[in-house]
């Protein structure tokens, strides 16, 4: 069964596990068992930044050791998930597949020890992950917030010959998401499509409230996202509120447009609450390999239909 949308990334979804702190910095108790039911998590720990500053980051790999003619899938979470949002797409690719998923800074076992959640900082911890991996052109796969980090990294140089192709499910490029934003403010006829757009991005202003996010998770919405889910939420929907909070600053805003040199495929669930389908307009002026593919599911669908998630990543060359 489809989770019910609850709000998620700029326009983007949760896990963890209880641990009620607001903000806490430490990994949500709970938020344990990785495996996937046949498969075993071999964790690591990639320590980013100096003593005092920076996160330690839970890594964890399955499926088959990296080699000549083994896939390397590296698997970013949206908010409020953590890396376990994929062990069902997991489960199906492990036995031909080498699976890298990340817990980032904001949930599940990593520990950021700053406060720092800009873009440009949740570039650096992903980068650092490929680093300790050293597996070099990586399928790099983005969901929600996972996704939008997604897009900087491959925008940014030290992807060359570590990123071999992106795969974008329900989180926009920040720069992107600006300019498609402003010359639908420009062009009279498309103010509908934006209406609808920032219908869709309410939450993203609620989050810069201070307290009454955090009320509205604890009180009202994690019973039903921990029923939904079959898993324990805990702190990290709180913890992840820092995401959105971080935009406030230009620096948190992301990147400009330059030009994505490596192929993206962008997934399109057309029943996504949170974004709309005319997000992809334009995206093809700055990618230079741009493949757009509708399913017509919700928010979460690489979760609620594992199958067809795995069959999508089987067919990328």
Do not use: C
Not at 34 to 63: I, K, N
Not at 196 to 216: D, H, K, M, N, T
Not at 237 to 262: E, N
Request: no cysteine.
């Amino acid at each position: 069964m489809e989770r019910p949308d609850a709000p998620s990334g700029p326009n983007a979804g949760p896990s963890g596990a209880p641990a009620d702190t607001a903000g806490s910095g430490s990994p949500a108790e709970g938020s344990g068992d990785s495996s996937d039911g046949r498969h075993t998590a071999r964790r690591r720990t990639v320590v980013v930044g100096t003593p005092g500053q920076g996160a330690e980051l839970a890594v964890f790999e399955y499926g088959r050791e990296p080699g000549p003619g083994v896939p390397t899938l590296v698997l970013v979470h949206g908010y409020p998930d953590d890396h376990r949002v994929f062990l069902p797409v997991i489960a199906r690719l492990a036995a031909t597949h080498h699976l890298i998923a990340v817990d980032t800074r904001n949930a599940g076992q990593s520990v950021a020890v700053s406060g720092d959640y800009r873009i440009s900082v949740l570039v650096d911890d992903l980068f650092a992950v490929l680093d300790a991996e050293a597996v070099p052109g990586v399928h790099l796969v983005g969901h929600d917030w996972g996704s939008i980090q997604g897009w900087a990294a491959v925008a940014d140089p030290r992807s060359e010959g570590r990123i071999a192709r992106f795969t974008s499910i329900s989180g926009p490029d920040l720069g992107h998401f600006r300019r498609w934003t402003r010359s639908r403010l420009r062009t009279p006829g498309r103010w509908p499509e934006l209406a609808g757009q920032l219908l869709r991005s309410w939450y993203i202003g609620a989050f810069q409230l201070p307290v009454l996010p955090e009320l509205f998770w604890r009180l009202v919405v994690r019973r039903r996202y921990e029923r939904s889910t079959r898993r324990r939420v805990g702190a990290d929907p709180l913890r992840g509120l820092a995401l959105y909070r971080a935009l406030r600053s230009p620096s948190g805003l992301g990147p400009r447009l330059p030009a994505v040199t490596v192929p993206v495929h962008v997934v399109v669930p057309v029943k996504d609450p949170f974004l709309s389908p005319a997000l992809v307009k334009g995206l093809g002026e700055w990618v230079e390999h741009l493949r757009v593919t509708r399913v017509d599911a919700g928010h979460w669908w690489p979760e609620a239909r594992p199958t067809e998630f795995a069959d999508l990543l089987r067919r990328e060359p």
